[in-house]
């Protein structure tokens, strides 16, 4: 009985299955045991052959390989499942985590990683892994952290127009004292020490666009 883990390749491009294919094989541990050309096909696939692990693209004709991925981990949560994809952004990659995939490597990626992802998935087939997920994180981290309440961008947008706190507290109905405790809190998650920089920042990440800023 052999002792190597086995892999079915999940890929719409014949060229890749076969070059993927070839490289897995030369692993000592490592063998392909079958390959598909779709969704629906690497799922039949994989109920014949039961394999190890699972290589899918993420983009194929009849569907994604995400939809590879939920199938099969609501049916064994011991599969080892890796999703390949030239579209390695950080929705997908946090997509793929979210679905139950085991590892996440883009096409670009040295042949390596998909080795190292593979073994990873066989032993660890729950604990995703993937070499974009720190920067992902802290991608995805910075985007919450910069995030202003409806009522601190209603304040920004009266900051915007020139206003002190005094003239957006009449408007806003709040205190002087409750808008300067607005303002500090978006100038502290803006990173900035005035309104200058308050709004430059805003402007870059979008919450606020330059006929809004103009009005300053």
Do not use: W
Request: glycine letters at 8%; a negative charge; one cysteine or more.
């Amino acid at each position: 009985m052999s002792d190597k883990i086995t892999v079915l390749l999940i890929d719409d491009h014949e060229l890749i299955r076969n070059g993927l294919g070839a490289v897995l094989d030369l692993e000592p541990d490592l063998q392909v045991v079958a390959t598909a050309g779709s969704v629906a096909e690497g799922i039949q696939r994989y109920h014949e052959v039961k394999p190890d692990v699972v290589v899918t693209d993420l983009q194929m004709q009849d569907g994604t390989g995400l939809d590879v991925v939920r199938t099969l981990r609501k049916e064994n949560d011991k599969v080892g499942l890796i999703v390949l994809t030239m579209h390695s952004g950080d929705e997908q990659i946090f997509a793929a985590m979210q679905a139950g995939a085991s590892g996440f490597v883009g096409k670009d990626a040295p042949s390596t990683e998909v080795i190292k992802a593979a073994r990873h998935a066989a032993v660890s087939p729950k604990a995703f892994v993937c070499a974009g997920l720190v920067g992902a994180m802290m991608r995805r981290q910075s985007a919450e952290s910069t995030a202003l309440t409806e009522r601190e961008h209603d304040v920004l947008l009266l900051l915007a127009e020139g206003l002190n706190a005094a003239a957006i507290g009449q408007k806003l109905y709040l205190s002087e004292s409750t808008t300067k405790s607005h303002i500090a809190r978006i100038y502290q998650k803006l990173g900035a020490a005035n309104r200058a920089q308050a709004l430059v920042t805003a402007m870059r990440i979008g919450l606020l666009s330059t006929v809004q800023a103009a009005a300053r």
